[in-house]
């Protein structure tokens, strides 16, 4: 079968390879809609410490179930599933504890082949497959797999709370997930940093209510002067800039707490600013990948369904045809103007 | 009255000055016992940023009052008692929010004169003072005004919880009295890094299991060594010293705590080892000064009183007469080998 | 000066008493407008425990100041107030501790005079009041004294979150509150029990989803049976009504919390159903007074100012005039059919 | 095989049935240990719900592996486990969630058959089972499967802390392990009911402070006298008796916490006082079974190892040969008085 792949560090490009096999408790599916993710480039260009070749990439799909083993209770062939990007292995130790859970559940293109696949692998599929709503199209389904559960886990770890003020800081995509549930946990002033007028416009559908931009200063001091001089409740980190966290603790209260799901993608270190992290040493950094599985998922599925959350906003392009994967990526990693995030329809 | 001060920066000296005077809930004390801090140091040599002169140092200090104010009413002039270092305006709205309550209780040497003085001020004493038990010496009881709580405040932080494997890292003092607290706790393993034999005989008393040097190599390749490549539960990080944070990065396990009372009092920035934070992006820093007033203290006075914790073994000078604080405070200054913490009774 | 008192157990009436004085830190002030609550029935009618006479009634009032302490800062006469329900000595050492504050916050009617008075006093008036905005009626304002404050705090000890389900069960001006309070923070799903017409609209304006009747059967059945057997995550309680937490002991969900702000206002005991709390052991009863002071009410008047909540659509009765309050009491008493809360403005 | 059974409501005996298969990540064991525990009694005499027949009865046991699933990786034919009386099924979506992991987990004798019987079936062992160490005794061993285990959960719901004032009220041989654990979390005064001499010799043993007795009167009574009227922070509430929590409602003080792993067993209903409960709405209720799983089992283990518990005082009495499990199983039922806890080694 035909993926497409990281071949070496720096290098991309379309690879065979054996059709995968399920086990008792897993499925082999094809791909009815892939995305590419911030992830995939950090993964194909900027680590170079986990050296892997021949990898097949991507791990945001839904898809539908070509196979299933024995042991699987609640999915059958030809199923069309949401598949979370981190899906764990409940029959190992690692299970008993939350944080293995979730860094042994980044399998795809980590420690195995990706979704970026003619088929793909799925490992303990009660546990970790939702099944597709029909009335939730393939465009916004995609975006529960990380972008909704990665932009709600942000929130999450940050305790928003009601009447808060918060500000978002990182990858668009992630980020208006956050702002979406930010709004939904009852913050009452919400600020984002604005990049292009998708963005933009989205943000301020899922909620946002003030838009800062580069061009008129230092972030953190535009931030200071919106709240007068008070900073935020809360600071949302998400995407590859370890400006963003420097950002974030120049603004945020006493007591207030960062949540943060960045990857940080490059360099050595990063810093924090001295004089407003130390003097009151005061605030808390929470960091964490988002939890995967089903419950989760199926969870999230209800924001959709209720209408509480629509992820369809940040979807700007959309692509048809298994082998556009390739352009879909590329855009990613060159970050077209107009780009919140890209789509590939098969 | 006489006082020792920050005269300027990097500059301090004795100075004359008017004997202050209670306000209706508050009490003017002369000091029994004082103790200098690192961050009394940090306060006059290392802090350009608030300027401040002709400020008397000083924040550890146990007095006998000498007059008090009418609305008072659990004190009457005579009383011996143990002053927090933190004392709180009860009295202002700041008193609604527990962080504010920290940062505004920070008054002495910052925003009023200290307790290097023959007479000095406390604010609001019914919340804020404690009565000094008999059987509890003066060596003893100042270490409860800062010591103690803050080594305390780390370990909450951190969340240590029974069977923990813990690493203490930063100044001797306060370090020694969060192996203590973790200990406490039911800390199955704690970490310390050995420096001067007092403070390693301490570290064992308090119930520190293993001692590592620095001699041996990279601190925090030491702790990945003797955790088997695991790392610690919970790294507890005090002092001045930004390489603590670095480390403790370093070897906290994912889903671990960092409980943070540091300064990091010099450089602009400090920073955060990329590759092991990011990665996986996985703990938790809480960082905070520790709280003050009474209630605080009269717990901490039972810890003592019961015999849980006995901090005088901190105490490695003892000083004789009021003059003596400027030779206590230049020990702490220059860090004679075998210092843990002096204490000066008048 | 005039004030409507419980004279004797079970007996109110009016009486003379002289007017307060007010300390350094606190005000006297003149009623704008008050509110009879179920408190007030509960200490007059339902208590013999504490026993209590000729003490004012009331703790729900908007005011101007008339007096103010020479120590007050941020007040003066002629500015009008909001007055919390809970007003903090935060000038003793019970201000040390969260829920000494709230037991001892308890003043009016309680430990000193109440508010039905032709002038009250407010003690710590720096702490405890808020400046009433102009564009704030004094309708709407008085219900920030109480019911808002108690209503969303239900919703703070069950920790709703997005998406869960909620039950409201009890009294029902705060369990009004206590649905806004849970749409605020994201519940998907809001469960109340209908009584007359008044409060159904307005549960369905706060954002009710599914309303139930006590003629349709018993409640912890429909609760089930609506949501197909699963039970709620959250159930928020408050009023004088000890079947309200048997019911949602019934039917909280394993892991769920019950938010008590009840009162269990008669009988000696209340009962929890054995089979349905122990066989899993499952929740967690959370039960507190609301917090007062002046920082939560801040925060409350803007959510009403930012039209995140309209308390005003619980207010279905206005009376004008000082002895109208006689009136507004008796009305709560006799739970007229068209009733959800009485204000009677000055 | 034979077995020792629940045959019908109230009637127990031996029972012949066929041995059980393992499946892929299953296992079958021989017993080494086994012993009877009050949920036995319960489930057996007290429980009329869930009606059971010829169901064998028992969750406690230390046994050998005699086969063992292809897919198991971390254990072998022979290996000498301990088994946690919680055997969780990851491999099924319960497993997303923590309250269901354990309802669900509690499969012993409530919806397959138990311990007491010459092999049995455990579930999922790599993320169930742990390796008994050489140096732990049999009896030692077999008391963490279930006693240790729930006697430190009660001490985590309530969320002892250094410095706490707790009383632990219930079942002795899981009391006793509450006392344990609340000495390792740093409880300064410990209250326990004494009833026979082992139990009040193993209290004192395991940190107990205070011991009260029956028969000087009313255990709450006792309680609020030893604290001058105070109460206590915590409460450990364990065992059948609906009493306990009475007691602990009474004595709590304002902001406490009650950790609840009672059982409840007899009777539609239990009660709370009104009067305390209500009064100042004040505390908090916290009920869960234990968990279970191998990482619990491994961190209980390490307890052990450390010398940080000795579970064995809690075995008071030893019996030989596996029929003898008729026998300790009936001295729980009668309660001689002498009793603790019984084993039977095979
Ligand atoms: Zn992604
Ligand atoms: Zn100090
Ligand atoms: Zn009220
Ligand atoms: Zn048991």
């Known amino acids: ?38 992830s995939d480039i950090y993964t194909a260009y900027q680590s170079q410490l986990n050296y892997r ?31 979370p990007a981190i899906t764990l292995d409940w029959k190992s130790n690692e299970s008993n504890n939350t944080f293995e859970q979730q860094i042994f559940g980044r399998r795809y293109s980590n420690i195995k082949d990706g979704v970026f696949s003619e088929y793909f692998h799925v490992n303990d599929v009660d546990m970790n497959l939702a099944l597709l709503p029909e009335d939730i199209s ?15 886990h942000a929130v999450e770890l ?13 990858t668009p995509s992630i980020s208006l997930m956050s702002v ?35 061009k008129y200063g230092p972030i953190s001091d535009q931030i200071l002067e919106l709240t007068k001089g008070e900073g935020v409740d809360k600071a949302l980190v998400s995407g590859m800039d370890s400006d963003a966290i420097t950002n974030a603790v120049k603004v945020v209260k006493p007591g207030g707490y960062i949540g943060n799901v960045n990857h940080f993608g490059s360099g050595e270190r990063f810093s924090i600013p001295r004089l407003e992290f130390p003097r009151d040493t005061k605030l808390s950094i929470m960091g964490k990948i988002t939890p995967g599985g089903r419950k989760r998922m199926e969870k999230q599925i209800e924001l959709v369904t209720s209408g509480t959350i629509d992820p369809s906003k940040i979807v700007t392009h959309v692509f048809h ?26």
Do not use: Q
Not at 9 to 33: F, M, Q, T
Not at 159 to 165: G, K, L, Q, W
Not at 199 to 204: G, L, R, V
């Open 180 to 214: 979406a549930g930010a709004k939904l946990k009852g913050a009452r002033r919400i600020i984002v940093v604005g990049t292009n007028k998708e963005s933009i416009d989205a943000a301020k559908f899922y909620g946002a209510t003030d838009i800062i931009y580069h």
């Open 1 to 38: 079968m035909k993926g497409f792949a990281m071949l070496e560090s720096n290098k991309v490009g379309w690879i065979e390879k054996e059709r995968p096999i399920a086990g008792p408790y897993d499925a082999i599916l094809r791909p009815l809609a892939l995305a590419p993710c911030v």
């Open 321 to 346: 045809g298994f082998e556009k994967i390739e352009d879909a990526l590329n855009m990613m990693k060159t970050k077209s103007l107009d780009l919140i995030k890209p789509v590939v329809i098969l």
């Open 138 to 152: 393939l465009e916004t389904a995609i975006m529960l797999t990380d972008t909704v559960s990665t932009g709600l």
């Open 53 to 83: 070749e021949n990898l097949i990439l991507g791990h945001e799909a839904i898809g539908e179930i070509v196979e299933v083993g024995e042991k699987v209770k609640d999915f059958k062939t030809g199923d069309k599933v949401i598949v």
């Open 158 to 170: 940050a305790e928003v709370d009601y009447n808060d003020t918060v500000v978002v800081l990182g």
